[in-house]
């Protein structure tokens, strides 16, 4: 065993210790003391980390919040061996016995207790990857929860871009048609207007030089005079049927024969 050096002060603190055991014959050997000391303060600690302040020591056996009862501090010791449990992925127990640490599977953060299936002994090192483990899930939760909210605000968004676009597009062909139908109107008016002058200037009235323009429509891109004589037809044809038709039934053959 290696040779401990000790300081004036420590060759004193032994000095009174074992005076203080002098009626014992064991005490006079400095072995013998650093046995019973070592033996000592392992109870010690052992009481420190498994024994609770007085005020815990009245609490209930399930632990509340993060304070772990001292009957489930004992279990887990007594279950883990007195050392870190943690197991890898390949099926290696750590088994540190120093810095040993009582761990939440489930953190008390997340809704874990205090109790023995959910606390466990773990080394400092072991105890820090699991946080970090936990948290890190965690963290991909929030992650990929966000990412979902993202594409959805994102699909809706274009879903309403489209919609817009769709009535942006309907807006523009109305008023496309619109304007067609506008243009189109100018034209037939301007088309129309020599024609329309005529017949007014011949006594026809606006209804009857619309109706006449209608019908000869088709001649329109032509000399003004053949339109006219054609216009001249439809009304008088029309204005005979009228006739006709106040007065007898025989005579609509006109037309008719005319036609043919
Ligand atoms: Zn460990």
Request: hydrophobic share 40%.
């Given at each position: 065993?290696?040779?401990?050096?000790l300081t004036?002060?420590?060759r004193?603190?032994?000095?009174?210790?074992?005076d203080?055991?002098s009626?014992?014959?064991?005490?006079?050997?400095p072995a013998a003391?650093?046995?019973?000391?070592?033996?000592l303060?392992?109870?010690?600690?052992l009481k420190?980390k498994l024994?609770?302040?007085k005020?815990e020591q009245?609490e209930?056996t399930?632990?509340?919040?993060?304070?772990?009862?001292?009957?489930v501090?004992h279990?887990?010791?007594?279950r883990d061996?007195?050392?870190?449990?943690?197991?890898?992925?390949?099926?290696h127990?750590?088994g540190?016995?120093?810095w040993?640490?009582?761990?939440?599977?489930?953190p008390v953060a997340?809704?874990g207790?205090?109790?023995l299936?959910?606390v466990?002994?773990?080394?400092?090192?072991?105890?820090l990857f699991?946080?970090?483990?936990v948290l890190g899930?965690?963290?991909v939760?929030?992650?990929?929860?966000?990412?979902?909210?993202?594409?959805a605000r994102?699909?809706?968004a274009?879903?309403?871009?489209a919609?817009r676009?769709?009535?942006?597009e309907a807006k523009?062909?109305a008023?496309?048609e619109?304007?067609r139908?506008a243009a189109?109107k100018?034209?037939?008016?301007?088309?129309?207007?020599d024609?329309?002058s005529a017949?007014?200037?011949?006594?026809?009235?606006?209804?009857?030089?619309?109706?006449?323009a209608?019908?000869?429509?088709d001649l329109?891109q032509?000399p003004?005079?053949p339109?006219?004589?054609?216009?001249l037809k439809?009304l008088?044809?029309?204005?005979?049927?009228?006739?006709?038709?106040?007065?007898t039934?025989t005579k609509?053959a006109a037309?008719?024969?005319?036609a043919?």
């Amino acid at each position: 065993m290696k040779r401990l050096t000790l300081t004036q002060q420590e060759r004193d603190a032994l000095r009174r210790v074992q005076d203080l055991l002098s009626n014992t014959d064991w005490a006079q050997d400095p072995a013998a003391i650093y046995a019973k000391a070592i033996e000592l303060l392992e109870e010690r600690l052992l009481k420190d980390k498994l024994g609770a302040k007085k005020s815990e020591q009245t609490e209930e056996t399930v632990g509340n919040g993060r304070r772990i009862p001292k009957a489930v501090r004992h279990a887990v010791w007594q279950r883990d061996g007195g050392c870190c449990s943690f197991v890898s992925a390949d099926g290696h127990r750590c088994g540190e016995r120093r810095w040993l640490q009582f761990d939440h599977r489930t953190p008390v953060a997340l809704g874990g207790e205090s109790t023995l299936a959910n606390v466990r002994l773990l080394c400092r090192a072991h105890n820090l990857f699991e946080a970090e483990r936990v948290l890190g899930e965690d963290r991909v939760t929030r992650a990929r929860e966000r990412a979902e909210r993202e594409r959805a605000r994102h699909s809706e968004a274009k879903a309403r871009e489209a919609a817009r676009a769709a009535a942006r597009e309907a807006k523009a062909r109305a008023a496309e048609e619109k304007a067609r139908l506008a243009a189109e109107k100018a034209a037939i008016q301007e088309r129309d207007a020599d024609l329309l002058s005529a017949l007014k200037s011949l006594q026809f009235t606006p209804e009857q030089s619309a109706r006449a323009a209608e019908a000869t429509a088709d001649l329109a891109q032509g000399p003004l005079e053949p339109r006219v004589r054609a216009a001249l037809k439809v009304l008088t044809a029309r204005l005979a049927t009228k006739q006709d038709f106040s007065k007898t039934e025989t005579k609509p053959a006109a037309p008719k024969s005319e036609a043919a």
